[in-house]
């Protein structure tokens, strides 16, 4: 189709959104404004570059497939996620792991890294606008093996563990000041066990102690933010969890910390759509790592499915955006990397315009007039709005491919990249 058909096709959609009083460029302007967090993880199934043979182990997470071409050390993971960002609309953040360190071929201890150790990440995240998240890395180590680390019985473990969260918090804190943004630190570990334990208070007893010692020092919040992400179970986890949401949730209320709400980390039929207006009433801001279980927290790529648009619809209806970090949290190693980080995160932005540009005012008018009947009527009538014109004009706008066009250039960076690493 020429151009000047597909700015025609828009225009037709702005014409009908606005005959309902959505102002599709206000939303256009507004969407532009939210960054997401996309997460390295997914380029290297999160297997970290700290030995050339690091893999995801002993965190109670699961990376599945053996897609060729997976990057194998932190330039090729930049080249990928710049490949990946040239089809994402908008400008974004990076959300890196500890375990991405770049310490120039000799090892360094996770309680001993420094913001040193992530200058070139940090460089290019600067170059491209971007500001950076960052996580401690609480599994794949040997200091992990019993499966527990903040919360361990064994008080060197733990010191270890107190350690690398305080070398972080530092490490977020050079990034934010670095890139003039907030980098939001996380802290997920990984702690439970398989089998019914008999003492769940002792666990959580240090878990607490513990994190009031990572979170000891006093850092800018201009610069720095801490969360907490929680979870239900894990594989070898399956019966005990030391960072429960009830934990992780009092925690943050108490402290004034980010909770983080992963979409993967509850039961089955518990949504976490449902949860974000009950905890604004009581926490500031929260994370969230969007993420898709099927059946179980198997971080599948995120598609443009009911709970990604619930999840949406909230943060727009609530005008939470501001208090909200978008974070993603998928790794698929069954299928080509890079187009698993596109389609995931233009599905997250999708759903986030799609919720801009709700008639959102027909939706509450109904419900105040406590007429079930026209909300009902209204939200399935809205679903086929010609939101795909908005959204395509928005690529356009921030020149990326609109549709699957994005694919053939995947495909073409799979021939002359990807299919070359070993
Ligand atoms: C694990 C948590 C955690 C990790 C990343 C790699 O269940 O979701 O956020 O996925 O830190
Ligand atoms: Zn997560």
């Not at 606005?18 to 460029?25: K, P």
């Not at 990034?175 to 334990?197: E, F, H, Q, R, Y």
Request: glycine content about 10%.
């Amino acid at each position: 189709m020429a151009s000047n058909q597909k700015s025609g096709v828009y225009a037709v959609a702005r014409e009908q959104y606005g005959c309902l009083g959505i102002d599709t460029e206000a939303a256009l302007e507004r969407l532009a404004a939210v960054p997401v967090s996309l997460h390295c993880w997914q380029g290297d199934d999160v297997g970290g570059f700290e030995s050339p043979d690091a893999q995801l182990s002993g965190g109670g997470i699961q990376a599945t497939g053996n897609y060729p071409g997976k990057a194998r050390n932190a330039d090729e993971l930049r080249a990928d996620l710049e490949q990946a960002l040239a089809l994402i609309p908008g400008t974004h953040r990076l959300n890196l792991h500890a375990m991405y360190a770049e310490t120039g071929g000799s090892p360094v201890e996770r309680n001993q890294l420094e913001p040193d150790h992530f200058s070139r990440w940090i460089d290019w995240a600067r170059d491209r606008g971007m500001g950076m998240d960052f996580n401690g890395t609480y599994f794949s180590h040997p200091m992990a093996d019993s499966g527990y680390t903040l919360s361990s019985a064994d008080s060197d473990v733990r010191r270890f563990w107190i350690e690398h969260g305080q070398v972080c918090r530092r490490i977020g804190a050079a990034m934010g000041l670095a890139l003039g943004t907030p980098c939001v630190t996380n802290v997920w570990i990984p702690d439970g066990s398989k089998d019914t334990p008999v003492d769940r208070k002792g666990p959580r007893l240090r878990l607490l102690e513990a994190l009031d010692q990572v979170f000891a020092e006093p850092l800018d919040p201009a610069v720095h933010l801490d969360a907490v992400e929680s979870k239900l179970f894990g594989l070898g986890s399956e019966s005990y969890v030391v960072g429960s949401h009830e934990f992780y949730l009092g925690y943050a209320m108490r402290t004034g910390k980010l909770l983080c709400l992963d979409a993967g980390h509850f039961h089955p039929t518990e949504v976490i759509s449902d949860k974000i207006s009950s905890v604004f009433c009581f926490v500031d801001r929260i994370l969230l790592h969007v993420s898709r279980g099927v059946r179980w927290d198997s971080d599948h790529v995120v598609t443009l499915n009911d709970e990604l648009q619930a999840i949406a619809q909230e943060l727009v209806r609530g005008d939470y955006l501001d208090r909200t970090h978008i974070g993603l949290d998928f790794f698929d190693a069954s299928i080509n990397r890079i187009a698993a980080w596109v389609i995931g995160t233009r599905n997250m932005i999708k759903a986030l315009l799609m919720a801009m540009v709700e008639p959102v005012g027909r939706l509450r008018q109904a419900e105040a007039a406590a007429d079930g009947t026209a909300r009902l009527a209204w939200m399935e009538e809205a679903k086929t709005l010609p939101f795909g014109a908005v959204w395509d004009e928005y690529c356009r706008r921030q020149d990326v491919p609109e549709g699957p066009a994005w694919l053939d250039t995947v495909r073409q960076y799979e021939k002359d990249a990807l299919s070359r690493r070993s």
